[in-house]
Structure formats: C-alpha cells, structure tokens
C-alpha cells in the first residue's frame, strides 16, 4: 500500500485489498520495489525501480497484446516497442476531483483502466 500511495498519490488501499491474493511482487533485498495486480481492470503494475517494472511487464506482456503507460515512462515504452508494440500517439487526460495530486507517471509500468487511472 505504501509504494501504491507513493506512486499514484492516492490511498487507494480499499480498492487494491481484494485483489492482493491474485498479485505479482517484486522484492530486492527484502523490499518491495513493485507489484503486478492481475485481477484489478486491465493489470496495474506500478514500480520504483527500472528492474522490477521491466520484469512485471515481461510477465503481463508475455500473454497480452496491448497496453496503456504514461509517455513520462520512457522505459516502459522502450520495453513495449523492443517487443513488437505499436505505440499510438493518443493522449488522454488525468481526471481528478479537488486538488492536485502528487503522483509518479513514469513508475506506471500498466494502468489499472480508463476507468481507475
């Protein structure tokens, strides 16, 4: 829940805690340094290092055949055009109610869906 709230700025901990026993951890030295929640929309993946992110979405991608980053991830868009992604130029928009949130675009390694960010 802490590299969650770190990376989307939210606490989003009610919505993430069904869909914890269907997830992917990377650890390093006993920390955690992404995840990988198949069953919440469309596969979020979330990570603070390049490693773990690269290795969650060598997972996901070895099955799926399409996926939505934010540009800011540089290397995850490296990732999906070195294995035969077609990257489209559509852009979407960030909605969000009160004020400005604090969060990490280029630690989104998969989105959770249009509908959840």
Do not use: C
């Amino acid at each position: 829940m802490r590299l969650d709230k770190e990376i989307s700025g939210e606490d989003r901990e009610q919505l993430l805690n069904e869909h914890l026993k269907n997830s992917f951890v990377y650890i390093d030295n006993k920390e955690i340094k992404g995840f990988y929640l198949t069953t919440l929309g469309e596969g979020q993946i979330f990570a603070d290092s390049t490693e773990a992110g690269i290795e969650l979405m060598s997972l996901k991608y070895a099955k799926i055949d399409s996926a939505v980053i934010p540009e800011q991830n540089q290397i995850g868009l490296a990732f999906l055009r070195n294995n035969g992604f077609g990257l489209s130029e559509t852009t979407g928009k960030r909605m969000l109610l009160g004020g400005k949130i604090n969060w990490q675009p280029s630690k989104y390694f998969s989105r959770i869906g249009g509908d959840y960010g």
